[in-house]
């Protein structure tokens, strides 16, 4: 059983660009979370996705957008990056069912660097 | 909305030593509470989830209670080893959409 991983591992971008991370999910899950992590903070849950259509999202602008793939890999796009997008991207994966979410596991996360 | 607080923001604490970590939260509408611990610059290990129907979990020697009434969870530590050193943070759960989590607590434990 492979874990969730994510990659690139750190990434650093200037004000005005766009970035895409990507996250694969642990085998057999078909649910994916994003969340950010600023310095110091907690987790801040952006959105999920399941079997490929977005499902709940938290308070973040429509600049951030996402997509799942058919083998259950998701994207997180920024597009229009500000300084305050600089954190930790953590992505978690876990099986849904019945309308229940099991225990989400994490990836390692994406470090982003905005100058 | 939800917010979740974790006190205190840091602790440290000489090798051997029992320890308590605190989390509250404001609205007792929850599916679960999770605790996680955070190696720097890594990723989220859940350590213990409980349920809302539960009062506590344990594993080894971390221990976790949850007083949904009062929006309590405590997670206790026995015999901390350096290893431990590490941000603690608990999240609740409100639905099948996300988790909340508090700020954490970053953990030294001194040999």
């Known amino acids: 059983e492979t874990g969730v991983t994510q990659s690139p591992t750190h990434l650093i971008k200037t004000r005005g660009q766009q970035v895409t991370l990507r996250c694969s999910s642990q085998s057999g899950h078909n649910t994916v979370s994003w969340y950010q992590q600023a310095l110091g903070q907690g987790p801040q849950f952006i959105f999920q996705?399941?079997?490929?259509?977005?499902?709940g999202r938290g308070n973040f602008p429509p600049r951030f957008s996402g997509l799942q793939f058919p083998n259950y890999s998701s994207e997180l796009n920024v597009n229009a990056l500000e300084l305050d997008d600089s954190a930790l991207y953590l992505c978690?994966?876990?099986?849904?069912?019945?309308?229940?979410?099991?225990?989400?596991?994490f990836g390692p996360g994406t470090r982003l660097t905005v100058l | 909305k939800q917010e979740v607080t974790q006190i205190p923001a840091a602790l440290s604490v000489p090798e051997g030593e029992n320890l308590v970590l605190n989390c509250s939260f404001t609205d007792s509408a929850i599916y679960n509470l999770q605790w996680f611990r955070q190696d720097p610059g890594k990723g989220l290990t859940s350590l213990l989830l409980?349920?809302?129907?539960?009062r506590e979990q344990t594993s080894g020697r971390l221990n976790a209670s949850l007083d949904k009434s009062s929006g309590r969870s405590t997670l206790y530590i026995a015999a901390s080893q350096p290893g431990d050193s590490a941000t603690y943070l608990c999240?609740?759960?409100?639905?099948?959409?996300?988790?909340?989590f508090g700020q954490g607590t970053r953990l030294t434990i001194n040999p």
């Open positions: 978690a994966s876990s099986f849904k069912t019945g309308g229940r979410v099991d225990t989400q596991y």
């Open positions: 996705y399941y079997r490929e259509e977005e499902n």
């Open positions: 999240a609740v759960e409100e639905g099948a959409q996300k988790l909340v």
């Open positions: 409980i349920q809302s129907s539960q």
